[in-house]
């Protein structure tokens, strides 16, 4: 088992035999043409920097399946029905599971309130209509990547009595999305062995955040967590045992 990091909440997921992305909101360096063909893509929403719109490339190279919460699978069916077959949708609403080949994913859920602010941003940068509520987190095989959401104990008391060795979380702190505080306290919570922190890079020049890697590493020495902190340079793999290797193939470079 392993995962790569491809930028911003994008990771690819090596596990139960399946190649599975996870919100394919791909830019440079990585280049989506080269990627290893996927098995399934877990979409948490709608929101464009989390790869809605990708759904019909991606389809028609790799014949994949996409899991997505209800409303935004009834959007898709809507939007995509020429490119798209249904039996490819797979609706899926906080507490459901799937299985999928050897692979059981359960949907946790998150919180993601949308301010004023970023209601405007939505506006701006959006090029669809995609519903950005609910969003789903996910748990599969010891991994959870919880899509974009600020603290909720929902998110503990969804995933009691699930082993979590890695914990894939928003640390940028802005537009309501979890700040370092928030996810270390989401990691503790659940027991996750490790963070992988995501949705912190500058989406575009004027959408930045407030909080990089960095102050997660130094929150976590201050506070003496036993939760260990990998940040992930984009095309980095962290192995199921915690090595670190750097796969280009993806990258264009």
């Not at 699930?162 to 537009?175: D, N, Q, V, W």
């Not at 996750?192 to 995501?198: E, L, N």
């Amino acid at each position: 088992m392993s995962l790569t990091y491809l930028g911003h909440s994008a990771f690819k997921y090596r596990v139960a035999g399946l190649v599975v992305y996870t919100d394919p909101y791909y830019q440079e360096p990585v280049d989506w043409r080269r990627l290893e063909k996927g098995d399934l893509v877990l979409l948490t929403h709608g929101h464009f920097d989390h790869g809605v719109m990708m759904a019909p490339k991606l389809y028609e190279a790799w014949k994949c399946k996409f899991v997505a919460p209800r409303s935004l699978i009834t959007w898709m069916t809507r939007k995509f029905k020429r490119t798209i077959p249904a039996d490819a949708l797979i609706p899926l609403d906080h507490g459901e599971s799937v299985q999928i080949g050897e692979l059981k994913i359960t949907a946790v859920p998150a919180l993601h309130p949308m301010t004023r602010i970023g209601k405007t941003l939505m506006a701006m940068f959006m090029r669809s209509r995609a519903p950005g509520n609910p969003v789903n987190g996910y748990f599969f095989n010891g991994y959870y990547q919880s899509g974009d959401t600020i603290y909720t104990p929902d998110i503990a008391s969804h995933l009691k009595g699930f082993e979590i060795h890695t914990a894939c979380l928003p640390i940028g702190g802005k537009y309501k999305t979890a700040n370092p505080q928030e996810a270390l306290r989401i990691a503790e919570e659940i027991s996750a062995t490790r963070i992988v922190p995501m949705h912190w890079q500058p989406l575009v020049e004027q959408v930045p955040f407030r909080y990089q890697p960095s102050h997660l590493v130094k929150l976590a020495k201050t506070t003496g967590t036993i939760v260990q902190i990998c940040p992930l340079a984009i095309g980095e793999v962290l192995e199921d045992s915690g090595q670190h290797v750097f796969d280009g193939s993806a990258l264009a470079l």
